[in-house]
Every structure is written in structure tokens, then in C-alpha cells.
Nanobody, 117 residues
Framework: QVQLVESGGGLVQPGGSLRLSCAAF????????MGWYRQAPGKERELVAA???????NVADSVQGRFTISRDNAKNTVYLHMSSLKPEDTAVYYC???????????WGQGTQVTVSS
């Protein structure tokens, strides 16, 4: 089992920045891939970005150039650096982990990000 603990969400004005963090505990051998999905009200959950231990990453087109994903393997922690935030980035952001990119097995509880003036 893997437990994922998220932090860093909140309210930010359009154009602002936030950093989300997610630390993994437990069976870290199941955390080769870690990343973030998000779900806005009335919409399906969608991939934001994910990264493997070796540094291979997937980033959604909608956030390319504005969001950066990184991880600290020694701390089993993944970060999502979000800049130039837009109101349409408002969503609950969920950390996930798994053996492969695009195949999440474990989920965090989610952290709310609200972009509003």
C-alpha cells in the first residue's frame, strides 16, 4: 500500500503561482510514476502531469509552458509548480502514483486550487 499526502492548494489570483507537493509513504516500489490529475466541477478527472523516477514526464497540452512537474526521489515527493494560473485551472488536484505513467494505482485525497480575483 501507498499513502499520498498532498499540500499546497489554496486561493490565488489569475496570473499568480502555486506549488503543490505530494509525499509518498509505504511501498515506495509502487511509486515509479507519480503525478497529478485534476477534476473541475461537472467535468471528468484529467491528467495534468506525471513523471517517473528517471525523469520521463507527460504534461497536458492545456498547462504546457505554465506548469512544471518535478520530483525528489530521495524524499519520495513530487511537486507541481503552477504559474500564470487561469480561472479554468480551478479544480481539485489529486496526487497519484503507480508503476507506469498513465496508469495510476494510488490516489491522494485531493487539494483544492481556486483561481479567482
Amino acid at each position: 500500500q501507498v499513502q499520498l499526502v498532498e499540500s499546497g492548494g489554496g486561493l490565488v489570483q489569475p496570473g499568480g503561482s502555486l506549488r503543490l507537493s505530494c509525499a509518498a509513504f509505504g511501498n515506495i516500489f509502487s511509486t515509479n510514476a507519480m503525478g497529478w490529475y485534476r477534476q473541475a466541477p461537472g467535468k471528468e478527472r484529467e491528467l495534468v502531469a506525471a513523471i517517473t523516477r528517471s525523469g520521463s514526464a507527460n504534461v497536458a497540452d492545456s498547462v504546457q509552458g505554465r506548469f512544471t512537474i518535478s520530483r525528489d526521489n530521495a524524499k519520495n515527493t513530487v511537486y507541481l509548480h503552477m504559474s500564470s494560473l487561469k480561472p479554468e485551472d480551478t479544480a481539485v488536484y489529486y496526487c497519484n502514483a503507480g508503476q507506469e505513467l498513465g496508469v495510476p494505482q494510488y490516489w491522494g485525497q485531493g487539494t483544492q486550487v481556486t483561481v479567482s480575483s
